[in-house]
């Protein structure tokens, strides 16, 4: 047992030792193998309640690791792995904040170009309808700026008087928009088109959902009469590049629908799409073999923690059973992965500062296509910034010397990430950005 002074000992058991508590006079059993093998416990409830090394194991390996009696054994071998902090160069950020607004209109009208326009008889007489493709450009600025419907019209108003639009429309145009059925897929595909020219810098997602509210509480005489005042709430499921921070697929749900069975679909989805993730990472309430079944079917690891009281039996599954023994013997190398999924909390983060989290449309067709719209806008945001910081140029944009835009290309930056055959406009008019 331990001596006085000593606060580490061994046992006769081979790989057991003893270590003192900091807190009291008792003391706690630290369990190695051979000498020093993938598997070790500790006795301490911290040890217990989350299976994960605890500061008594750190101790050991530090001590084994400095003691003259661990012969053969590299110092290093026992360091605990540092994450590595890119600095940001905040010159490069603050030029591409100063330019985004420019870029966005020029990226939306580009990308909204050849949205499906849906069958009109051209026999039928009446008023030429505004094409499809200048009314998705309205409501995805609208989105963006934050604006009101009246207070944002002003902004179509120059984009129609700078060449974005064939004419400045109605200040009603977004919220029609929004209400039609026949435009819900389309904008499913123009967000998936917004996050492609990104494909090539994204191998790692994560799947997560969020809460966007659905109600305003500002009315005086739903204050005065009816105090009682209760949210009602969308659900937001979202797969997200933990890179970038872009979002290729979502779905849209009640605000009390379970997440899991929305991890096969977005995977899927995405895939379709043309992403080749390697990991995806989502936390314990997308457990479930199903999930992991669909992740193995496209060929990607999934790091989702297990509970407490669930076992390794595979009941089909064998990519469930080996992330259980994954996470059972080799702890620390999953949440080094599994901290990746810190990543979409960050992009709800900064997706509801940016454009926040109160959904102003009344009906459920018409918060979805809100949504969307929103989440093209956030790709927009993205696609602007990696263009300075990375140096990629979506080539549904003309050469910059056509465009105007000055987007500096960097020896290491990736080329060909999009392949899409997308019709040519005009040269776009340089906008002036409402923030100056």
Request: aromatic fraction near 10%; proline fraction near 7%.
């Amino acid at each position: 047992m331990l001596q006085a002074g000593k606060r580490i000992a061994e046992t006769s058991t081979p790989g057991e030792y003893v270590v003192a508590s900091q807190s009291g006079n008792g003391f706690y059993r630290v369990r190695t193998v051979a000498p020093f093998g993938p598997v070790e416990s500790c006795d301490c409830p911290d040890f217990i309640e989350r299976r994960a090394p605890c500061k008594h194991i750190y101790l050991i390996r530090h001590w084994l690791a400095t003691d003259e009696r661990a012969e053969g054994v590299a110092a290093s071998q026992f360091k605990i792995p540092i994450p590595v902090q890119t600095k940001r160069d905040w010159s490069i950020y603050n030029e591409s904040q100063v330019e985004e607004y420019r870029l966005f209109n020029t990226l939306l009208r580009d990308l909204s170009i050849g949205f499906p326009e849906p069958f009109k008889d051209p026999h039928l007489a009446g008023r030429k309808p505004i094409p499809l493709c200048e009314q998705v450009f309205c409501a995805v600025q609208k989105a963006y700026l934050g604006f009101s419907l009246r207070r944002s019209h002003g902004f179509r108003t120059e984009a129609a008087r700078n060449g974005l639009l064939s004419q400045a429309p109605y200040w009603t145009v977004p919220s029609r928009f929004a209400c039609r059925e026949d435009v819900t897929q389309g904008l499913h595909d123009m967000l998936a088109r917004s996050a492609i020219p990104l494909i090539g810098l994204e191998d790692q997602c994560a799947v997560d959902s969020t809460g966007l509210r659905t109600t305003r509480f500002n009315y005086y005489r739903k204050e005065k009469y009816d105090p009682t005042r209760e949210n009602v709430w969308l659900k937001l499921h979202a797969l997200v590049g933990v890179k970038t921070h872009v979002i290729p697929v979502l779905e849209v749900t009640a605000g009390a629908a379970n997440d899991s069975p929305q991890f096969p679909v977005l995977l899927e989805r995405a895939t379709a799409n043309g992403f080749h993730f390697k990991e995806v990472y989502a936390d314990k309430g997308y457990q479930g073999r199903e999930n992991f079944n669909a992740a193995a079917n496209l060929e990607i690891l999934p790091f989702i923690p297990f509970k407490s009281n669930q076992t390794g039996q595979s009941k089909g599954s064998p990519m469930y059973h080996k992330m259980f023994l994954y996470f059972q013997y080799h702890r620390e190398e999953f949440d080094q992965h599994y901290g990746q999924r810190a990543q979409v909390e960050s992009t709800f983060g900064s997706f509801k500062q940016k454009f926040g989290e109160t959904l102003a449309s009344k009906k459920f067709l018409s918060q979805v296509n809100e949504v969307l719209c929103t989440a093209i806008a956030h790709n927009i945001t993205i696609l602007v910034r990696q263009m300075f910081e990375v140096g990629i140029l979506p080539d549904f944009l003309k050469p910059p010397a056509e465009t105007g835009l000055t987007v500096s290309h960097r020896q290491d930056t990736p080329t060909n990430l999009l392949l899409l055959n997308r019709p040519q406009l005009e040269p776009a008019v340089t906008l002036s950005s409402p923030r100056q």
